[in-house]
């Protein structure tokens, strides 16, 4: 099993920055992929970002976050990393750290086999 523990959440005001960190323990080795996924309040869990073992990634789906979001991960250290930079009240939600074991990084929830508790963020106006 794999076990994912977020932190870096928080309240900021928008424009502001946070860094997001998910580290992982557990059978680690197993691991290729690790992601964020967010939900907002009665909305869908979507996708954030995800990076490969080999530092492949992927960043939002559309241009929600583009430009302003960067992950990156220290295998070393088996965490990844969210830097969110120009916060906009539309970023509040709940970010989950999830992680993989097929070869491949995916915006798609159902290839995921680990999830984190989540960290709360919101962005003030």
């Known amino acids: 099993q794999v076990q994912l523990v977020e932190s870096g959440g928080g309240l900021v005001q928008a424009g502001g920055s946070l860094r997001l960190s998910c580290a992982a323990s557990g059978r680690t080795f197993s691991i290729y992929s690790m992601g964020w996924f967010r939900q907002a309040p009665g909305k869908e869990r979507e996708f954030v970002a995800a990076?490969?073992?080999?530092?492949?990634?992927?960043?939002g789906n559309g241009d929600s976050v583009k430009g302003r979001f960067t992950i990156s991960r220290d295998s070393a250290k088996n965490t990844v990393y969210l830097q969110m930079n120009s916060l906009k009240p539309e970023d509040t939600a709940v970010y989950y750290c999830?992680?993989?074991?097929?070869?491949?990084?995916?915006?798609?929830?159902?290839?995921?086999?680990?999830w984190g508790q989540g960290t709360q963020v919101t962005v003030s106006s």
């Open positions: 999830a992680a993989g074991d097929k070869q491949l990084i995916s915006l798609r929830r159902n290839e995921y086999d680990y």
């Open positions: 990076i490969s073992k080999s530092g492949g990634s992927i960043t």
